[in-house]
């Protein structure tokens, strides 16, 4: 799915999306709640690759 796509489906912004995506912004337990239910994978995981992208990120 394209991030405009998963931002509409959370019904936010796709730029609201993206700062959650690179982890600027830690977004609610809502957002999590949805995020699992659309991918059908656990909030852990998806936090804990959000984590890891946004480690790399800092480190280049």
């Known amino acids: ?3 405009k796509q998963v931002a509409e489906y959370l019904g936010i ?3 609201y999306y993206k700062s959650l995506e690179s982890g ?8 999590w709640d949805s995020l699992e ?11 804990e ?6 480690d790399q990120e800092e480190n280049q």
């Open 24 to 31: 600027e912004r830690l977004g609610g337990i809502e957002f």
């Open 13 to 15: 912004t796709e730029r």
């Open 49 to 54: 690759i959000s984590k890891n992208h946004h």
């Open 37 to 47: 239910d659309l991918f059908n994978v656990h909030q852990r995981k998806l936090r």
């Open 1 to 3: 799915m394209t991030q």
